[in-house]
């Protein structure tokens, strides 16, 4: 019992972090349609960076957050190109992503070079009746529930979120009203970045990155987002939750190398049951 | 009076490439004629690829598993079940496109973001597969001693070996681009051209969208399966190693560059890129060049290409190339107009 | 306040608007009727700064506001979000005056506004459209879908509001007899083109125009003060 707990809990983390990296994708779908290949990099990009600075002298928290901030502006950028001019398709724009994505790993090889990097986190276990658990998990649970309260706050409760959710329910209606469209995407862009980023941070220690990491956590993020329809991110986080613990339970008890073959068969089997329950015609967008 | 000049510029400019292509293996050493089949190779995926991302909409960033796929049926078929190369080759091929249409099936309802995702799992799950059921395949160090191709009783070895592969190469792109030109201007091309343009409307004038979506995913499934098991004939030897995801990205960007749902596009994407890669290749190594240098190299070019033909050329190259043609030319371009709407 | 001068839109190959042009003065209530596709949404569209035309231009004195054809509002916010994500533009986000206005709107102000009738949610639009202070507000078929005594009570509304605060209005229809009835100049758009324009007076009285939107009708429209 004890066992099954341990990789429940440490599931519980690395789920967090994946919903951290789901609501980036989420975010951003909802602002401009557009469904983010790069999202992954940003947390590649944040966990190599603390990496350095840490190795620089740069303190714990501090090296973090600076992390953090630059894989927003890595964000806003992507959403720069992505979005180009009025009037690119979202599968024009979805390809970019792509090529951003691997046209970074050219730059992520020559600033940080082809091997996994990691970096100590929060060190210790803590124990509680039986069961040890590293602080670092406990530190990705409280950091992400934190941010998911700070965004539900954002976007329920300021001007500007408010915004942002205009822009996804209406966009006709939101540029009648005024709102900015186009730099409301740009704001997303950087949104999803830093949440990218911030996943990266917390996931590095636990298991080390390298230039194409970002696809295994792209893959995980968006199976875990298409659990709400790519629009909702509470269903995202549940989703990203059970993802991470049934992958634990599955390294755990079976091969650790079918640990990544859960988010595939997860995403392709939601996929297929969300195609089932639409009608074959086109599509109708869902707000 | 106008249109008939074009149509012949077209056609001469058509020919001239068909002709210098069928000579061009004569000029070339073994390794060049290796490069001219890869080419080939590719193009016939790509063909595949360009039309389901140009009528269908599609992005599929999974073909190199449908190349896998082919490769590996074919190798399997010859190499244990002593089935002879041709018929291989052909069970192989319609093999691919059945695999595509059952797992095209759930998938083509969803929309283009879910499919390239989609693709991208199928291809992970595929590799993944080829490296478990070992006894089949050889699991991850590979499946060597795959007999050569055999037109009847004759097999292609010897001296001049990547020679007529060369030519075999040269046959099948021909054949599948007439398939795509007849494709194209058959009553369900027009349909497939209208989903391309508006699902809904192509929907309400009739056109069975999702069979054709379908349909078209099978049969580009089909060129790859078909380019797959020459590949592996060609190489004698395939490992998961040999179909990356990369490739499958590489594929994308030949589709990209030379214009999704151009007939010859597909064939000059396929040329351009794969030259650009191995000029890349060798530009990155030599001695004193940082070993990564050719990684860096593709991948930023990779990256660059994507991006700035998607913003700046995104109807491709030779489409592009064809459009400045005309426009020299003051010929009113009959090209669709740009599919704007009121909020642009 | 608006002018439009011979303002040309296209959409690809096919025109929109080709050539038209009209004026709205400070505190005016103006109608633009047509059918169907005749390019009246494309108009508004335009001048609201969603599309950019062609050739000709249009010159705005002041804030325009527009309450879109079909209502449009941010279905899964509240109406309350709704109303003041109208006021983007302005710094001022008090619905009271939203409220003192329309009653209802009150009591349904948490309310999502995918929720609500055809009549609330229009409402709601012209609501969100007044939030931004507009000095000319341009409504694109207020009456559509909507009981008529419904659309009375907004049509007195907008009256009430032009009477006491000047506020200049572009009363887009497909429904000429209610247009006509309310506004004292009219404008025809057929095809993308101003038809006929004139005092609705004039319009009313004009056989072409009565026999195309009027239903032909012998009685004199402009000055009764009910519909029937």
């Known amino acids: 019992m004890t066992l099954f707990l341990q990789y429940a809990l440490s599931g519980v983390a690395t789920g967090c972090t994946f919903a951290l990296v789901a609501t ?11 469904v983010n290949f790069a999202q992954g990099i940003f947390a590649v990009i944040a966990g190599m960076a603390t990496s350095s600075l840490l190795s620089r002298g740069v303190p714990h928290g501090l090296a973090e957050a600076l992390a953090v901030v630059l894989a927003a502006l890595v964000g806003l950028v992507v959403g720069i190109i992505a979005l180009g001019r009025r ?15 691997i046209g970074s790993y050219a730059a992520i090889i020559m600033a940080w070079g082809d091997q996994p990097v990691s970096f100590t986190g929060l060190p210790g276990l803590a124990r509680a009746g039986g069961v040890s658990i590293q602080y670092q998990f406990l530190l990705v649970v409280v950091v992400t529930a934190i941010t998911f309260g700070l965004l539900s706050l954002f976007f329920d409760h300021t001007y500007l979120g408010k915004g942002l959710t205009a822009c996804s329910s209406n966009p006709y209606a939101a540029r009648l009203v005024g709102i900015d469209v186009h730099r409301m995407g740009l704001l997303a862009f950087t949104l999803g970045g830093a949440l990218g980023g911030l996943a990266g941070v917390l996931i590095t220690p636990l298991q080390p990155v390298s230039f194409d990491s970002d696809v295994g956590i792209a893959i995980n993020g968006f199976a875990a987002a298409i659990f709400g329809g790519l629009l909702r991110p509470g269903t995202a986080l549940v989703g990203a939750l059970v993802l991470g613990v049934a992958e634990a339970l599955v390294a755990g008890y079976y091969r650790a190398s079918f640990e990544s073959g859960v988010a595939l068969v997860v995403m392709l089997g939601l996929m297929v049951w969300q195609a089932s329950r639409r009608s074959p015609a086109v599509e109708e967008e869902m707000v | 009076m106008n249109v008939l000049r074009r149509r012949s510029l077209a056609f001469w400019a058509g020919l001239a490439a068909a002709v210098a292509s069928l000579l061009t293996p004569i000029a070339l050493d073994d390794s060049q004629l290796t490069v001219y089949v890869f080419i080939g190779l590719s193009a016939i995926v790509v063909a595949g690829l360009s039309l389901l ?40 091929t319609a093999f691919t496109g059945a695999v595509a249409m059952v797992v095209g099936l759930p998938l083509l309802r969803l929309r283009g973001h879910y499919l390239a995702f989609a693709t991208l799992a199928f291809q992970l799950i595929v590799l993944s597969a080829i490296g478990e059921f070992r006894g089949l395949t050889g699991g991850d160090t590979g499946m060597p001693g795959i007999p050569t191709l055999s037109i009847g009783p004759l097999a292609i070895q010897g001296q001049y070996r990547t020679f007529i592969y060369a030519y075999v190469t040269w046959v099948l792109v021909a054949a599948v681009m007439l398939l795509n030109r007849n494709l194209v201007r058959s009553r369900p091309g027009r349909g497939l051209r209208a989903l391309a343009t508006s699902e809904a409307g192509a929907l309400a004038a009739g056109v069975p969208v999702v069979r054709y979506k379908l349909q078209v995913f099978a049969l580009s499934a089909a060129y790859a399966g078909l380019a797959g098991g020459i590949y592996a004939f060609f190489v004698s030897y395939i490992a998961p190693g040999s179909f990356p995801v990369l490739l499958s990205v590489q594929f994308l960007i030949m589709a990209v560059v030379g214009g999704l749902g151009s007939i010859w596009g597909s064939t000059v994407g396929a040329t351009v890129v794969y030259l650009l890669v191995q000029l890349l290749q060798s530009l990155g190594t030599g001695p004193g060049l940082p070993l990564q240098l050719p990684a860096i190299l593709s991948y930023a070019v990779y ?38 709407t009121p909020l642009d | 306040m608006l002018e439009v001068d011979n303002l040309v839109v296209r959409y690809g190959q096919a025109t929109a608007l080709d050539g038209v042009s009209l004026r709205v003065e400070r505190g005016e209530m103006v109608a633009l009727v047509g059918p169907n596709g005749a390019g009246k949404s494309t108009l508004l569209n335009t001048i609201s700064g969603l599309i950019t035309p062609a050739e000709g231009s249009y010159r705005v004195t002041g804030r325009l506001a527009q309450v879109p054809e079909g209502r449009q509002l941010f279905a899964n916010m509240t109406v309350e979000d709704n109303l003041r994500l109208g ?32 009549g609330e949610q229009q409402m709601v639009a012209v609501g969100r459209a ?99």
Request: charged share 15%; with cysteine; aromatic share 6%.
């Open chain 1, 24 to 34: 980036g994708f989420v975010v951003i779908y909802r602002v401009s349609r557009v």
């Open chain 1, 87 to 101: 009037g690119t398709p979202p599968l024009a724009s979805l390809i970019i992503t792509l090529g951003l994505g």
């Open chain 2, 53 to 92: 991302m140009g009528f269908a909409g599609q992005v599929s960033l999974g073909q190199a598993a449908f190349y896998a796929i082919g490769a590996y049926t074919a190798a399997i078929l010859t190499r244990m079940l002593n089935v002879p190369t041709l018929l291989s080759l052909a069970i192989a």
């Open chain 2, 303 to 340: 990256g660059l290409v994507l991006v700035l033909i998607m913003l700046f050329l995104p109807q491709g190259l030779l489409p592009a190339i064809q459009g400045w043609i005309s426009s020299q030319r003051a010929i009113s371009a009959v090209e669709a107009p740009a599919r704007s």
């Open chain 3, 87 to 118: 006021a983007w533009r302005v710094r001022d986000r008090d619905c009271r005056r939203i409220y003192d206005l329309f009653p209802q709107l009150g009591g349904l102000r948490h309310r999502l506004a995918g929720t609500l009738s055809g």
């Open chain 3, 130 to 228: 007044l939030m931004a202070q507009p000095d000319l507000l341009a409504v694109d078929e207020l009456s559509l879908g909507l009981a008529p005594r419904v659309v009375d009570t907004l049509a007195e509304h907008l009256v009430q509001l032009n009477r006491e605060t000047g506020m200049a209005i572009l009363l887009v229809e497909q429904n000429a007899r209610l247009a006509l009835e309310l506004c004292p100049r009219a404008y025809v758009l057929e095809a993308g083109r101003i038809a006929v324009s004139g005092t609705s007076e004039e319009l009313s009285r004009t056989a072409a125009v009565r026999a195309a939107y009027l239903g032909g009708a012998a009685d004199e429209i402009v000055g009764s003060p009910n519909q029937p």
